[in-house]
Protein backbone atom coordinates (compact mmCIF):
# COMPACT_ATOMS: atom_id res chain seq x y z
CA UNK A 1 0.00 0.00 0.00
CA UNK A 2 1.38 3.46 -0.78
CA UNK A 3 -1.56 5.75 -0.37
CA UNK A 4 -0.89 9.25 0.62
CA UNK A 5 -1.13 9.76 4.08
CA UNK A 6 -1.91 13.19 5.66
CA UNK A 7 -0.56 13.74 9.22
CA UNK A 8 -2.58 16.90 10.58
CA UNK A 9 -1.23 19.52 12.98
CA UNK A 10 -3.57 22.06 14.54
CA UNK A 11 -0.96 24.15 16.01
CA UNK A 12 -0.60 27.60 18.77
CA UNK A 13 2.03 28.74 20.84
CA UNK A 14 3.86 25.84 21.48
CA UNK A 15 7.03 27.43 20.33
CA UNK A 16 9.20 24.96 23.22
CA UNK A 17 7.77 21.86 21.67
CA UNK A 18 6.25 22.14 18.12
CA UNK A 19 10.00 20.92 16.65
CA UNK A 20 9.63 17.85 18.65
CA UNK A 21 6.04 16.84 17.45
CA UNK A 22 7.20 18.00 13.48
CA UNK A 23 10.19 15.98 13.66
CA UNK A 24 8.30 13.14 14.75
CA UNK A 25 5.82 13.36 11.91
CA UNK A 26 9.16 14.24 9.18
CA UNK A 27 10.75 10.86 10.58
CA UNK A 28 8.24 8.51 9.56
CA UNK A 29 9.68 4.64 8.14
CA UNK A 30 6.60 5.49 5.63
CA UNK A 31 7.76 7.83 3.09
CA UNK A 32 4.22 8.94 1.33
CA UNK A 33 3.03 11.75 3.67
CA UNK A 34 2.04 15.60 3.35
CA UNK A 35 2.50 16.95 6.60
CA UNK A 36 -0.63 20.15 7.52
CA UNK A 37 0.69 22.24 9.90
CA UNK A 38 -2.27 25.28 10.48
CA UNK A 39 -1.05 28.08 13.23
CA UNK A 40 -4.04 29.80 15.28
CA UNK A 41 -2.46 32.85 14.93
CA UNK A 42 0.48 32.10 17.54
CA UNK A 43 1.42 34.98 19.35
CA UNK A 44 5.12 33.43 20.21
CA UNK A 45 7.38 32.00 18.11
CA UNK A 46 5.60 29.36 16.35
CA UNK A 47 5.21 30.52 12.89
CA UNK A 48 9.13 31.38 12.71
CA UNK A 49 9.89 27.84 13.52
CA UNK A 50 6.97 26.47 11.47
CA UNK A 51 8.49 28.67 8.35
CA UNK A 52 12.03 26.81 9.18
CA UNK A 53 10.85 23.47 8.44
CA UNK A 54 9.03 23.72 5.75
CA UNK A 55 11.49 25.55 4.22
CA UNK A 56 13.74 21.73 5.25
CA UNK A 57 11.05 19.49 3.85
CA UNK A 58 8.82 20.40 0.85
CA UNK A 59 6.22 17.36 2.33
CA UNK A 60 5.41 20.09 5.15
CA UNK A 61 2.97 22.76 4.74
CA UNK A 62 2.24 25.85 6.37
CA UNK A 63 -1.13 28.06 6.84
CA UNK A 64 -1.28 30.56 9.26
CA UNK A 65 -5.05 31.78 10.60
CA UNK A 66 -5.20 36.10 10.58
CA UNK A 67 -6.95 35.61 13.53
CA UNK A 68 -7.32 32.75 16.43
CA UNK A 69 -10.22 30.62 15.43
CA UNK A 70 -10.17 28.68 18.51
CA UNK A 71 -9.37 24.92 18.70
CA UNK A 72 -11.90 23.17 16.66
CA UNK A 73 -12.25 25.54 14.01
CA UNK A 74 -8.47 25.27 13.39
CA UNK A 75 -9.02 21.18 12.98
CA UNK A 76 -11.23 22.27 9.95
CA UNK A 77 -8.25 24.17 8.48
CA UNK A 78 -6.14 21.49 8.53
CA UNK A 79 -8.65 19.18 7.32
CA UNK A 80 -9.57 21.63 4.16
CA UNK A 81 -5.62 21.36 3.10
CA UNK A 82 -5.39 17.81 3.62
CA UNK A 83 -4.57 16.02 0.43
CA UNK A 84 -4.46 12.50 1.33
CA UNK A 85 -5.86 9.34 1.18
CA UNK A 86 -5.64 8.66 5.31
CA UNK A 87 -5.47 11.52 7.74
CA UNK A 88 -3.70 11.11 11.03
CA UNK A 89 -4.42 13.68 13.89
CA UNK A 90 -0.98 14.62 15.45
CA UNK A 91 -1.77 17.05 18.50
CA UNK A 92 0.93 19.99 18.52
CA UNK A 93 2.31 18.57 22.03
CA UNK A 94 2.39 15.00 21.58
CA UNK A 95 4.33 12.57 18.97
CA UNK A 96 4.39 9.77 17.41
CA UNK A 97 6.69 6.74 17.12
CA UNK A 98 8.73 6.37 13.68
CA UNK A 99 6.74 3.22 12.60
CA UNK A 100 3.26 4.50 13.42
CA UNK A 101 1.97 5.04 9.37
CA UNK A 102 4.02 1.88 8.74
CA UNK A 103 2.37 -0.22 11.62
CA UNK A 104 -1.47 1.17 11.19
CA UNK A 105 -1.35 1.72 7.50
CA UNK A 106 -1.45 -2.29 6.39
CA UNK A 107 -4.11 -2.83 9.05
CA UNK A 108 -6.97 -1.42 6.93
CA UNK A 109 -9.43 -2.97 4.61
CA UNK A 110 -12.67 -1.98 3.44
CA UNK A 111 -14.02 -3.21 6.75
CA UNK A 112 -11.96 -1.39 9.04
CA UNK A 113 -13.26 2.05 10.58
CA UNK A 114 -9.59 2.81 12.03
CA UNK A 115 -6.43 1.46 13.35
CA UNK A 116 -5.60 2.29 17.13
CA UNK A 117 -1.84 2.09 18.49
CA UNK A 118 -1.00 2.02 21.87
CA UNK A 119 -0.20 5.03 24.34
CA UNK A 120 2.68 6.61 26.82
CA UNK A 121 2.24 9.25 29.08
CA UNK A 122 4.94 11.45 29.13
CA UNK A 123 5.98 14.51 30.90
CA UNK A 124 9.08 15.85 29.25
CA UNK A 125 11.07 12.83 27.88
CA UNK A 126 9.11 10.42 26.10
CA UNK A 127 10.89 8.03 26.77
CA UNK A 128 10.06 7.85 30.26
CA UNK A 129 6.71 7.15 30.80
CA UNK A 130 4.28 8.51 33.14
CA UNK A 131 1.95 5.95 32.27
CA UNK A 132 1.55 3.45 29.63
CA UNK A 133 0.21 0.84 28.16
CA UNK A 134 -1.04 -0.90 24.46
CA UNK A 135 -4.57 -1.11 25.77
CA UNK A 136 -5.14 -3.99 23.63
CA UNK A 137 -3.57 -7.07 22.33
CA UNK A 138 -3.12 -6.65 18.12
CA UNK A 139 -6.67 -7.44 17.31
CA UNK A 140 -9.99 -7.16 15.48
CA UNK A 141 -12.82 -5.93 17.70
CA UNK A 142 -16.75 -5.54 16.15
CA UNK A 143 -17.91 -1.84 16.14
CA UNK A 144 -20.64 -3.53 18.45
CA UNK A 145 -17.78 -4.47 21.18
CA UNK A 146 -16.53 -0.92 21.13
CA UNK A 147 -19.14 1.40 21.18
CA UNK A 148 -20.02 -0.94 24.32
CA UNK A 149 -17.29 -0.83 25.72
CA UNK A 150 -16.33 3.33 24.96
CA UNK A 151 -20.26 4.31 25.85
CA UNK A 152 -20.71 1.82 29.08
CA UNK A 153 -18.17 -0.38 30.31
CA UNK A 154 -14.76 1.10 29.84
CA UNK A 155 -13.38 -2.36 30.46
CA UNK A 156 -10.88 -2.60 27.14
CA UNK A 157 -9.91 0.89 27.68
CA UNK A 158 -10.23 2.56 24.76
CA UNK A 159 -9.25 5.47 23.89
CA UNK A 160 -10.99 9.32 24.31
CA UNK A 161 -8.70 10.89 21.44
CA UNK A 162 -8.48 10.19 18.12
CA UNK A 163 -4.80 11.26 18.44
CA UNK A 164 -3.89 7.78 18.54
CA UNK A 165 -5.27 6.35 15.57
CA UNK A 166 -5.08 6.45 11.89
CA UNK A 167 -8.32 7.51 9.86
CA UNK A 168 -9.39 7.82 6.13
CA UNK A 169 -9.20 11.18 5.59
CA UNK A 170 -12.89 11.24 4.34
CA UNK A 171 -14.25 9.98 7.24
CA UNK A 172 -12.60 12.59 9.58
CA UNK A 173 -14.14 15.07 7.34
CA UNK A 174 -17.44 13.54 7.38
CA UNK A 175 -17.27 13.16 11.30
CA UNK A 176 -16.13 16.50 12.05
CA UNK A 177 -18.76 18.62 14.31
CA UNK A 178 -18.18 22.12 15.65
CA UNK A 179 -20.93 22.32 17.87
CA UNK A 180 -22.61 19.64 19.91
CA UNK A 181 -26.14 19.76 20.75
CA UNK A 182 -26.82 20.11 25.23
CA UNK A 183 -28.80 22.32 27.29
CA UNK A 184 -26.15 23.07 29.56
CA UNK A 185 -25.23 25.98 27.36
CA UNK A 186 -21.52 24.13 26.20
CA UNK A 187 -19.47 25.29 24.00
CA UNK A 188 -18.10 22.81 22.13
CA UNK A 189 -16.38 25.07 19.60
CA UNK A 190 -14.17 26.40 22.15
CA UNK A 191 -13.08 23.08 24.11
CA UNK A 192 -12.94 20.56 21.60
CA UNK A 193 -13.42 18.03 24.18
CA UNK A 194 -16.38 15.57 23.50
CA UNK A 195 -15.68 17.35 19.24
CA UNK A 196 -12.64 14.65 19.57
CA UNK A 197 -14.41 11.67 20.78
CA UNK A 198 -16.85 12.05 17.94
CA UNK A 199 -14.16 11.44 15.29
CA UNK A 200 -14.03 8.03 16.14
CA UNK A 201 -17.82 7.23 16.83
CA UNK A 202 -18.85 8.88 13.90
CA UNK A 203 -16.90 6.83 11.70
CA UNK A 204 -17.34 3.53 13.57
CA UNK A 205 -20.43 2.94 12.90
CA UNK A 206 -20.17 2.99 8.87
CA UNK A 207 -17.99 -0.12 9.45
CA UNK A 208 -18.11 -3.70 11.00
CA UNK A 209 -14.50 -3.61 12.98
CA UNK A 210 -12.00 -1.58 14.50
CA UNK A 211 -8.20 -2.70 14.26
CA UNK A 212 -5.67 -2.27 17.08
CA UNK A 213 -1.54 -2.42 16.48
CA UNK A 214 -0.64 -3.25 20.10
CA UNK A 215 2.31 -1.48 20.37
CA UNK A 216 3.22 1.65 21.75
CA UNK A 217 3.44 3.65 18.80
CA UNK A 218 1.63 7.44 20.27
CA UNK A 219 3.20 9.99 22.96
CA UNK A 220 0.85 11.89 25.04
CA UNK A 221 2.64 14.90 26.59
CA UNK A 222 1.13 16.00 29.96
CA UNK A 223 1.33 19.54 30.79
CA UNK A 224 -0.78 22.38 32.00
CA UNK A 225 -1.13 24.18 29.09
CA UNK A 226 -3.11 21.04 27.36
CA UNK A 227 -6.32 21.71 25.61
CA UNK A 228 -7.97 19.76 27.53
CA UNK A 229 -7.37 20.58 30.86
CA UNK A 230 -9.49 24.02 29.83
CA UNK A 231 -11.42 23.17 32.69
CA UNK A 232 -11.12 19.78 34.33
CA UNK A 233 -14.30 20.15 36.76
CA UNK A 234 -16.28 20.53 33.75
CA UNK A 235 -14.64 18.15 31.23
CA UNK A 236 -16.61 15.11 31.86
CA UNK A 237 -19.68 17.01 31.11
CA UNK A 238 -18.41 17.82 27.63
CA UNK A 239 -17.27 13.76 26.72
CA UNK A 240 -20.70 13.25 28.14
CA UNK A 241 -22.66 14.89 26.31
CA UNK A 242 -20.47 14.12 22.99
CA UNK A 243 -21.73 10.46 23.99
CA UNK A 244 -25.29 11.08 24.81
CA UNK A 245 -25.69 12.51 21.48
CA UNK A 246 -24.47 10.11 19.63
CA UNK A 247 -26.49 7.65 21.42
CA UNK A 248 -29.29 9.16 21.00
CA UNK A 249 -28.91 9.30 16.86
CA UNK A 250 -27.16 6.29 16.77
CA UNK A 251 -27.33 3.45 19.21
CA UNK A 252 -30.53 4.04 20.82
CA UNK A 253 -30.19 0.35 22.08
CA UNK A 254 -27.86 1.44 24.24
CA UNK A 255 -29.65 4.88 25.68
CA UNK A 256 -30.81 3.02 28.69
CA UNK A 257 -27.58 1.44 30.48
CA UNK A 258 -25.92 4.94 29.11
CA UNK A 259 -28.59 6.74 31.21
CA UNK A 260 -27.97 4.64 33.65
CA UNK A 261 -24.14 5.19 34.12
CA UNK A 262 -24.35 8.82 33.40
CA UNK A 263 -27.07 8.79 36.61
CA UNK A 264 -24.50 7.27 38.49
CA UNK A 265 -21.62 9.58 37.64
CA UNK A 266 -24.37 12.34 38.42
CA UNK A 267 -24.90 10.89 42.05
CA UNK A 268 -21.70 10.68 43.13
CA UNK A 269 -19.79 13.07 40.65
CA UNK A 270 -18.65 15.65 44.01
CA UNK A 271 -16.89 12.30 45.36
CA UNK A 272 -13.44 12.06 44.69
CA UNK A 273 -13.66 8.03 44.11
CA UNK A 274 -15.55 8.63 41.45
CA UNK A 275 -13.95 11.79 39.66
CA UNK A 276 -10.31 9.57 40.25
CA UNK A 277 -12.10 6.15 38.58
CA UNK A 278 -13.48 8.26 35.60
CA UNK A 279 -10.23 10.20 35.39
CA UNK A 280 -7.85 6.97 35.74
CA UNK A 281 -9.68 5.42 32.41
CA UNK A 282 -9.60 8.51 30.77
CA UNK A 283 -5.58 9.92 31.49
CA UNK A 284 -4.93 11.69 28.36
CA UNK A 285 -6.48 14.80 29.58
CA UNK A 286 -6.04 14.67 33.56
CA UNK A 287 -2.34 13.60 34.32
CA UNK A 288 -1.46 15.96 36.92
CA UNK A 289 -4.86 15.83 38.70
CA UNK A 290 -4.21 11.62 38.55
CA UNK A 291 -1.50 12.82 40.62
CA UNK A 292 -3.26 14.62 43.00
CA UNK A 293 -5.89 12.22 43.53
CA UNK A 294 -2.39 9.86 44.20
CA UNK A 295 -1.13 11.89 47.01
CA UNK A 296 -4.27 12.26 48.49
CA UNK A 297 -3.57 7.85 48.50
CA UNK A 298 -7.39 7.01 47.29
CA UNK A 299 -7.68 3.75 46.82
CA UNK A 300 -9.88 2.12 44.22
CA UNK A 301 -9.78 -1.48 42.70
CA UNK A 302 -8.27 -1.94 38.92
CA UNK A 303 -5.86 -0.66 36.94
CA UNK A 304 -4.68 2.24 34.33
CA UNK A 305 -5.90 0.81 31.33
CA UNK A 306 -4.43 2.83 28.51
Same mark, same amino acid.
Given at each position: ?26 ? %? #????? &? ?8 ? *? ?6 ? &??? %???? /? ?21 ? $? #? @??? @? ?5 ? *? ?33 ? $? ?5 ? %? ?17 ? /? ?11 ? /? ?22 ? @? ?12 ? /? ?32 ? $?? $? ?27 ? @??? #? ?22 ? #? ?8
Amino acid at each position: MNSMVSILIPVYNRESIISETISSAMN %Q #TYKNI &EIIVCDNAST *DGTWNILE &EYA %QKDS /RIKIFRNEENLGPVMNWKRCLDN $A #T @GEY @GKILWSD *DMISETFIEHTLPLFDDDTAFVLSGVRLFFSDPKV $AFKESAF %QKKGVYSVDEYLKDVLIYD /RKGFPVSPGCALF /RLDDLKKSFLIEIPNNENLEFKTS @GAGNDLLFSLLTAV /RYKNIKTVGTIESFYRCHENSLTMFNLSKIVIYY $AW $AEYYFVRNYRRNLLKKFKARIFVFKLYKK @GYD #TLYSYIKVRPSFSCCLYLIFDTLK #TKLPGKLKR
